[in-house]
């Protein structure tokens, strides 16, 4: 067997980009939806004495050859490393043999990112303008760089518990700082809950008619970002009916009704929006395969940049 091969972070870094990833990622929602993926809800066990956790996230797509796990640690707490580490191990799905390990601290910030950017896509109103952030670190940036690549926001507003990282990031990318998550998230086009926080932290009074929500923490049975009332009243999308059924405390404490996989959407059996009117929420858990077929993606780019 040949030695087994070793992708970076520095590596993923130099070739992976939005505008390559986000088709990508449509993709694997799409084949999810389409019931061409084997694939578990991801294996948690909690690390109690670090308050940390670890996954693992094993998926199949045979129409693409792709077999490969992710194992994935989430350690809230962490503040001088990353709070997420995973790396993605590949496999030759003809055989079983291992053939490459991912680094998988980048594809986990993108393609998180890119999947909010293909559900905004299909479920927000045309020409969003104002985009609000709610959280302050590594998904915040992300998720402004992938919405970017689709649209030119006149404004974006963040906020976030740490005012100094807030201010840091309103400066990175010529935003605003708010003092309350109320300011920012008020006439918001999209908005984006990426925070560590364990209970409800956007309320429903201040989200406007026609708004489209990304749900991207409270990542827990137990967790909380969004008000639950807040979660009656939208059209809720989710990437996966079953995860979002056992792992979203956002869906299973507010019992809200799931309208839709957003690879139902894709796939045209499923319309989306009703009206102009309407409260979008898509409710963010991460997929295997949308891991599987990031690292395929970076796999393939650097093999064209080796024979090129």
Not at 193 to 216: Q, R, Y
Request: glycine share 6%; aromatic share 6%.
């Amino acid at each position: 067997m040949e030695q087994m091969k070793f992708i970076s972070a520095s590596q993923v870094k130099n070739v992976l980009t939005f505008e390559l990833l986000i088709p990508q990622m449509e993709k694997a929602l799409a084949k999810f939806s389409d019931k061409k993926v084997v694939q578990p809800v991801r294996s948690v066990i909690p690390v109690k004495e670090y308050g940390g956790f670890f996954g693992l996230m094993p998926s199949l797509c045979s129409e693409d050859n792709v077999l490969a796990t992710k194992l994935v640690s989430f350690y809230p707490n962490n503040k001088d490393v990353p709070t997420h580490n995973a790396v993605i191990a590949m496999f030759n799905a003809s055989n079983g043999v291992p053939e490459v390990i991912v680094d998988g601290e980048v594809i986990t910030a993108m393609r998180t990112a890119a999947v909010s950017a293909v559900a905004t896509k299909f479920l927000s109103n045309k020409n969003p303008k104002v985009l609000a952030l709610l959280g302050s670190g590594v998904q915040a940036r992300s998720h402004y760089q992938a919405l970017s690549t689709l649209y030119k926001f006149e404004e974006i507003r963040i906020w976030g518990r740490t005012k100094t990282n807030v201010e840091l990031l309103a400066s990175e990318l010529n935003g605003i700082a708010c003092q309350t998550a109320e300011d920012a998230v008020k006439e918001a086009d999209v908005i984006v809950t990426v925070t560590s926080s364990t209970i409800p932290i956007l309320k429903k009074e201040w989200v406007k008619p026609g708004a489209h929500i990304n749900a991207v923490g409270a990542c827990r049975p137990d967790w909380q970002e969004i008000d639950p009332e807040l979660m009656r009243l939208v059209s809720l999308f989710v990437d996966s009916r079953d995860a979002a059924l056992t792992e979203s405390g956002d869906v299973i404490l507010s019992k809200a009704d799931i309208e839709a996989e957003v690879g139902e959407v894709i796939l045209g059996k499923n319309g989306g929006r009703k009206t102009a009117t309407d409260v979008t929420l898509f409710k963010s858990l991460g997929l295997a395969i949308e891991d599987a077929l990031s690292a395929k993606l970076v796999c393939d780019l650097l093999s064209s940049s080796y024979s090129s």
